[in-house]
């Protein structure tokens, strides 16, 4: 009868009854760093997915302004007007190596020309504008008094100066990457002083506590901290240096590719006036994008 009632219940396994054993710890990490691998490798996969999509979604609103655009040219039918899709790839590809007008130079040259107009004037801008930002940040006596100026001279468009610095500085290219200097770096220095003013300040008093300077603070804790919103602001500067650098060349400028648009408007060869505008923005875009990517490399909340 003891011999009946130590038997396990019917329908039951015996092995249930056993305890579990218990994982080695070096087996139980090895366990856990797959399933951080597993899950990993899910959200790397699920990240491409996503970026291939938007690509996708992009492409095809793409296309479809490019249908639109050759369906309007197609059904205007006037070239002068609207040239089509067509037509302006002609001239793109034609101009690229060909000099507009005959005098004139290539549609390489001159988008070369703006290029190096936007970096130089653009660097100096920004430099400028952000070593000013920080000194109205750091110093209350600065920002007193200079920030009445900036409030004065940002909302004044850079394009009203240009008679200015044609007369100041002639039709060289002092005055055009001067133009965009005085463009960006009002904006910049707005830009960062916001951004610098929005570090937490409990950061501040840390690295002051571990022994750190003012000026040591500044540089590597609030500026780096700063740094995301600061590019922020670069992006919204480089549509406002094109702006100026077109406008600067349309008026006084013998190469760049607002004179090439001229010219062309000027003899209403208005595909290559398209040819223009879109090689201004795929430079642009091209721009954009290296900012965006130093904006990945200095905020990696933006990676995850």
Request: a neutral charge.
């Amino acid at each position: 009868m003891s011999a009946w009632r130590s038997l396990p219940p019917l329908g039951t396994d015996t092995l249930i009854d056993d305890p579990p054993a218990r994982l080695d710890p070096a087996d139980r990490d090895a366990l856990d760093e797959q399933d951080d691998r597993a899950d990993l490798a899910a959200y790397r996969q699920a990240r491409r997915r996503a970026r291939t999509r938007r690509l996708a979604t992009g492409a095809v609103g793409l296309i479809g302004l490019l249908v639109v655009w050759q369906i309007a040219a197609t059904l205007i039918g006037d070239a002068v007007f609207l040239p089509s899709v067509t037509q302006t790839v002609h001239a793109f590809l034609h101009y690229w190596d060909r000099p507009y007008p005959s005098q004139g130079k290539p549609l390489w040259y001159d988008a070369v020309t703006s290029l190096r107009r936007i970096v130089i004037g653009f660097a100096i801008g920004v430099v400028a504008g952000v070593t000013l930002g920080s000194a109205i940040s750091a110093s209350r006596v600065v920002r007193h008094l200079v920030d009445p100026v900036i409030e004065v001279l940002r909302p004044l468009p850079p394009l009203a100066f240009i008679p200015l610095f044609i007369i100041w500085f002639g039709i060289g290219e002092l005055p055009k990457e001067v133009l965009i200097v005085i463009g960006v770096t009002p904006i910049m220095a707005v830009t960062s002083v916001a951004a610098l003013d929005e570090v937490q300040e409990d950061m501040l008093l840390c690295a002051r506590t571990l022994g750190a300077s003012r000026l040591y603070t500044l540089l590597h804790v609030q500026i780096r901290s700063a740094l995301p919103s600061i590019l922020t602001g670069m992006r919204i500067c480089m549509a406002g240096a094109w702006t100026s650098i077109v406008a600067a060349e349309l008026i006084a400028a013998t190469s760049g590719l607002g004179y090439l648009i001229g010219q062309a408007g000027d003899y209403l060869n208005i595909a290559l006036v398209f040819s223009g505008l879109i090689c201004i923005a795929l430079i642009a875009l091209t721009l954009d994008a290296c900012i965006r990517g130093l904006l990945l490399l200095t905020d990696p909340s933006r990676r995850t």
